[in-house]
């Protein structure tokens, strides 16, 4: 009998195409995390990265380095996957309980800039892989895996990529299963380290240990192909009491990409945030009211999101990024958030600070939450004149369920290069055409001047 990873391995490899709806979503996919990934290279996470490995970059490294410069692949995945997920605006995969892209996107790049002769199609097709693996392992073991504090991004995260990776290194199923394989011993990362620059190094971890996975399985290296299910093997290690294991999984048709999709954030913070922020913001547009009127706000949401959101009076504009009353005052004061509310200064400035002691956060209990994947995050205003409004949301804004448009789209990847002081709209033209791409190096050259460094 076929252990899990080798299912998963031949149903990911074995594909024989992919809708259209498919193509189009990973293409957005990348179009968004390559301007994430922009707009977090002059990151103090993504500098020091870099700096910690400067001896590697250089002119004559095969792999594109967004910060600058060309290096290794293990090297390029490292700073560019660190990048794209600093600044936590890069998108969500719920069935991974992952930051899906931040891994396999660098990862992927790390490959395809490195040859010419990748095609758009190619790389879309080893992301739809990858990203389907990432489901497929993300079944067994969550919500446990993620509740008891383990990173999905860079333990999900990287065994999945691991799989797209070696499709994109045109390795047969076997191999798939190998480089699956030797990254369950590579995937690592506890949710403790929210709130500091080791959080993005992990997404940058995962698509090092990925691509190095990958090759390693290229060479030769094999490990169990029986490590996800067998005892002291990643569920028995990793899982929890609410993980189901992999009895019950059966490989869909449908790519998951159709029926689940990704969330493409519209606000740069942790997305345990973003369904109290967009409920609250709907009900200041609908009702008119500003902080001022506030008596106090209480939100509920899930007991995973409480662990997440440490920080009720963030020292640092990381600590800020998972923080719920910095980010519903930020959001409530201004109408909205951009990257600009997640500097040094912005974080400490006094009309934000003087309201976020009105808002408080709880979390739903172990028995609410039971037996349900997903739960709605609830919200109460109470005004000092009397009125009370509340309001739920299970979808955040940017989700399938609620999409944004594609004038959002790009105005959001426009702001992350006037992050980085350069706002080109080609550059976002040319990425929209990357399905059609001959080779995605060349489409890669012409990024060259969208950040400080991009491409150089």
Same mark, same amino acid.
């Given at each position: 009998?076929?252990?899990?990873?080798? !299912?998963?391995?031949?149903?990911?490899?074995?594909?024989?195409?992919?809708?259209?709806?498919? *193509?189009?979503?990973?293409?957005?996919?990348?179009?968004?995390?390559?301007?994430?990934?922009?707009?977090?290279?002059?990151?103090?996470?993504?500098?020091?990265?870099?700096?910690?490995?400067?001896?590697?970059?250089?002119?004559?490294?095969?792999?594109?380095?967004?910060?600058?410069?060309?290096?290794?692949?293990?090297?390029?995945?490292?700073?560019?996957?660190?990048?794209?997920?600093?600044?936590?605006?890069?998108?969500?995969?719920?069935?991974?309980?992952?930051?899906?892209?931040?891994?396999?996107?660098? $990862?992927?790049?790390?490959?395809?800039?490195?040859?010419?002769?990748?095609?758009?199609?190619?790389?879309?097709? $080893?992301?739809?892989?990858?990203?389907?693996? !990432?489901?497929?392992?993300?079944?067994?073991?969550?919500?446990?895996?993620?509740? @008891?504090?383990?990173?999905?991004?860079?333990?999900?995260?990287?065994?999945?990529?691991?799989?797209?990776?070696?499709?994109?290194?045109?390795?047969?199923?076997?191999?798939?299963? !190998?480089?699956?394989?030797?990254?369950?011993?590579?995937?690592?990362?506890?949710?403790?380290?929210?709130?500091?620059?080791? *959080?993005?190094?992990?997404?940058?971890?995962?698509?090092?240990?990925?691509?190095?996975?990958?090759?390693?399985? %290229?060479?030769?290296?094999?490990?169990?192909?029986?490590?996800?299910?067998?005892?002291?093997?990643?569920?028995?290690?990793?899982?929890?009491?609410?993980?189901?294991?992999?009895?019950?999984?059966?490989?869909?048709?449908?790519?998951?990409?159709?029926? %689940?999709?990704?969330?493409?954030?519209?606000?740069?913070?942790?997305?345990?945030?973003?369904?109290?922020?967009?409920?609250?913001?709907?009900?200041?547009?609908?009702?008119?009211?500003?902080?001022?009127?506030?008596?106090?706000?209480?939100? *509920?949401?899930?007991?995973?999101?409480?662990?997440?959101?440490?920080?009720?009076?963030?020292?640092?504009?990381?600590?800020?990024?998972?923080?719920?009353?910095?980010?519903?005052?930020?959001?409530?004061?201004?109408?909205?958030?951009?990257?600009?509310?997640?500097? &040094?200064?912005?974080?400490?400035?006094?009309?934000?600070?003087?309201?976020?002691? *009105?808002?408080?956060?709880?979390?739903?209990?172990?028995?609410?939450?039971?037996?349900?994947?997903?739960?709605?995050?609830?919200?109460?205003? @109470?005004?000092?004149?009397? @009125?009370?409004?509340?309001?739920?949301?299970?979808?955040?804004?940017?989700?399938?369920?609620?999409?944004?448009?594609?004038?959002?789209?790009?105005?959001?990847?426009?702001?992350?290069?006037?992050?980085? %002081?350069?706002?080109?709209?080609? !550059?976002?033209?040319?990425?929209? &055409?990357?399905?059609?791409?001959?080779?995605?190096?060349?489409?890669? @050259?012409?990024?060259?001047?969208?950040?400080?460094?991009?491409?150089?």
């Amino acid at each position: 009998m076929a252990t899990v990873l080798e !299912q998963i391995a031949t149903h990911v490899a074995s594909r024989a195409r992919y809708s259209s709806l498919a *193509k189009a979503r990973a293409q957005q996919a990348f179009v968004d995390t390559i301007g994430c990934m922009i707009a977090g290279t002059g990151d103090p996470a993504t500098r020091s990265v870099s700096a910690a490995f400067s001896g590697e970059i250089g002119v004559m490294g095969v792999s594109m380095v967004f910060a600058g410069g060309r290096s290794s692949p293990s090297i390029a995945a490292l700073i560019n996957g660190t990048a794209a997920h600093c600044l936590d605006f890069d998108d969500n995969f719920h069935p991974a309980r992952a930051h899906a892209s931040a891994v396999l996107v660098p $990862a992927l790049l790390a490959i395809a800039s490195a040859n010419g002769s990748v095609s758009g199609d190619q790389l879309l097709c $080893a992301y739809l892989a990858g990203l389907e693996a !990432q489901a497929a392992v993300g079944f067994g073991v969550n919500p446990s895996h993620y509740n @008891r504090g383990w990173h999905g991004t860079s333990t999900v995260g990287c065994i999945g990529t691991a799989a797209g990776v070696a499709i994109l290194l045109g390795l047969d199923n076997v191999r798939v299963s !190998q480089a699956m394989s030797i990254a369950v011993s590579l995937a690592s990362g506890p949710k403790a380290q929210f709130g500091t620059s080791v *959080k993005p190094l992990h997404a940058g971890l995962a698509a090092r240990n990925a691509v190095e996975a990958a090759f390693l399985a %290229r060479a030769g290296i094999t490990g169990r192909l029986d490590i996800l299910e067998r005892p002291q093997g990643f569920l028995d290690l990793f899982g929890g009491a609410d993980s189901a294991g992999w009895d019950a999984f059966s490989p869909d048709e449908t790519h998951i990409i159709e029926t %689940r999709g990704l969330v493409t954030k519209l606000h740069p913070c942790c997305a345990s945030t973003h369904r109290v922020i967009d409920a609250a913001l709907d009900l200041q547009n609908e009702h008119g009211f500003s902080l001022d009127d506030v008596q106090c706000i209480e939100t *509920k949401v899930g007991r995973s999101a409480v662990d997440n959101l440490a920080y009720p009076d963030p020292s640092d504009e990381m600590q800020a990024r998972f923080s719920m009353q910095y980010c519903l005052a930020a959001a409530l004061v201004q109408g909205r958030l951009t990257l600009a509310d997640f500097t &040094r200064d912005a974080i400490l400035r006094p009309d934000i600070r003087r309201h976020m002691p *009105k808002i408080t956060m709880e979390a739903y209990s172990a028995e609410e939450e039971r037996g349900v994947e997903r739960i709605a995050h609830q919200l109460t205003v @109470r005004l000092a004149d009397g @009125r009370t409004l509340w309001r739920e949301r299970l979808h955040a804004k940017g989700s399938s369920a609620d999409p944004i448009t594609e004038t959002e789209r790009q105005s959001k990847f426009i702001d992350c290069l006037a992050w980085v %002081r350069s706002a080109d709209e080609g !550059q976002y033209a040319a990425l929209t &055409r990357l399905e059609r791409a001959r080779s995605v190096e060349h489409v890669l @050259r012409q990024l060259k001047g969208a950040g400080s460094n991009v491409g150089r």
